[in-house]
């Protein structure tokens, strides 16, 4: 789950990933009179940053491999025209690759602007988390996540995890929640969620940018059939039995109960409200897309709804080959449009319903 040479959904040279050449172009230099007005409580540029965050995670690690330092370096580019600095990678363990970064707001670069103040909303401490690199060096332990993921739906017993889950409460502990951010690409977005909910359990809530998040699971599928075949078995009974309505009158009361108890959820829910960015034509992160858990967009925005949990961005004319629709460009990119969809999706509100519940 993620891509080959930086997150923008396939390889290719070095120039290819060069700021000036593929980053976004509306704010490759801005003023310094931009940065004050502070474009970061703009959602746009605050997608387009965050993004341009998670693309220096894969180039950190490309650049590692292909032995860039220095002028030479992909990576710094890729921060420092928001005026952040690099506090340290993140490293896995198994095979001394860099799976993410850990930045933090350059007051000295901004002064170098005559920016004096960091610009409202822009968050003190960033962290961002690359997917997939398919790189003989890195592969094995990529791969390794994925199929975790993919078998399990969890990412807690990867090194990846407790590192990002360390290195957050570390910036936490030191700047407050309210100044930090924690951001993920495909696998990257996973961990992102992983270590956002983590947090929310404690009672910690940060914010949180998911780009692509893998939705499809062989634990998940699982759980459909399992539930399928429990709705079979009931309509079977209930058909079979004389007494099956008396005997399905109680769950209509506990439900009346769980509706309730729902309405509380949802109040709790909203504490956390995570940024998922999707496009409907990728089918590893589709699912999040609607209600149902079908790969559907519907272009209603309610920002007062009362069952908002997250906030659900898709790509609404986009990339359409699977590749570029997984990639990572599009979300800095200005050529595509973008609409706020329903809320509510069934996957992400299971997600979120675990903070709270303890599900068997």
Request: glycine residues 10%.
């Amino acid at each position: 789950m993620g891509s080959n040479g930086g997150g923008g959904g396939g390889g290719g040279k070095p120039v290819l990933w060069e700021f000036h050449a593929t980053g976004p172009r509306n704010i490759s230099n801005p003023s310094w009179r931009d940065l004050i007005r502070s474009g970061w409580t703009d959602p746009n540029y605050r997608r387009i940053a965050v993004s341009c965050f998670v693309q220096a995670a894969y180039l950190l690690e490309l650049d590692r491999q292909e032995k860039r330092n220095g002028e030479s370096a992909l990576a710094p580019n890729w921060w420092k025209p928001f005026k952040y600095k690099l506090v340290r990678p993140l490293i896995d363990s198994r095979d001394g690759s860099i799976y993410g970064v850990l930045l933090e707001w350059d007051q000295l670069a901004a002064l170098s602007d005559l920016i004096v103040l960091r610009p409202n909303g822009a968050p003190k401490v960033v962290l961002a988390i690359r997917g997939t690199v398919l790189k003989q060096s890195t592969v094995v332990r990529d791969l390794e996540d994925d199929f975790r993921f993919f078998t399990m739906e969890s990412l807690r017993g990867s090194v990846r995890f407790t590192g990002a889950l360390e290195a957050l409460k570390s910036a936490i502990d030191k700047h407050g929640s309210n100044n930090v951010c924690i951001a993920g690409h495909s696998l990257g977005a996973g961990f992102a969620l992983q270590v956002g909910k983590t947090l929310a359990q404690d009672g910690i809530f940060v914010e949180c940018h998911l780009f692509n998040p893998p939705s499809v699971s062989l634990g998940m599928g699982l759980r459909k059939l399992q539930e399928k075949a429990g709705k079979v078995l009931k309509r079977y009974v209930s058909g079979s039995s004389s007494n099956a309505t008396e005997l399905y009158h109680p769950t209509e009361d506990g439900g009346a109960a769980s509706a309730i108890g729902e309405e509380k959820l949802i109040k709790e829910v909203k504490r956390w409200v995570p940024n998922l960015y999707i496009n409907s034509c990728d089918y590893i992160c589709c699912f999040y897309a609607d209600r149902s858990g079908v790969a559907t967009v519907t272009a209603e925005k309610h920002e007062g709804h009362s069952g908002t949990h997250s906030k659900l961005f898709v790509i609404a004319k986009g990339p359409k080959k699977f590749l570029e629709a997984h990639g990572l460009q599009q979300w800095w990119s200005d050529d595509y449009e973008l609409q706020l969809a329903v809320h509510d999706s069934k996957l992400m509100y299971r997600h979120l319903k675990s903070l709270y519940v303890n599900e068997s």
